[in-house]
């Protein structure tokens, strides 16, 4: 059974950090694509950073330079360093899991806000 688990959300202040974490369970960690996503109240659920198994990364235009996503095989986690946090920041992160040739799996999200 795949499970993602995330935690590290918060409440911030205005160019505060924070960092996530999402542990992965059920899936060979190897060979899958992670990412996170948020979703702010009334907006669609966006891409905000993946990377993939070899480590090659990619950022929403938003958070480019502020936030930086990185795994770690061996304890099958992923981290989202978010720095000089923002209020429209402020949303509901997901961790989404994509193994190759899979459909991609998602955890509950973790509340992140922002205040200015």
Do not use: H
């Amino acid at each position: 059974q795949v499970q993602l688990v995330e935690s590290g959300g918060g409440w911030v202040q205005a160019g505060g950090s924070l960092r996530l974490s999402c542990l992965a369970s059920g899936i060979d960690f190897r060979i899958t694509e992670m990412a996170w996503y948020r979703q702010a109240p009334g907006k669609e659920r966006e891409l905000v950073a993946q990377i993939g198994n070899t480590g090659t990364t990619e950022y929403v235009d938003s958070v480019m330079g502020r936030f930086t996503i990185s795994r770690e095989r061996a304890k099958k986690m992923v981290y989202l360093e978010m720095n000089n946090l923002k209020p429209e920041d402020t949303a509901v992160y997901y961790c989404r899991a994509r193994p190759w040739r899979q459909s991609a799996y998602w955890g509950q999200g973790t509340q992140v806000t922002v205040s200015s």
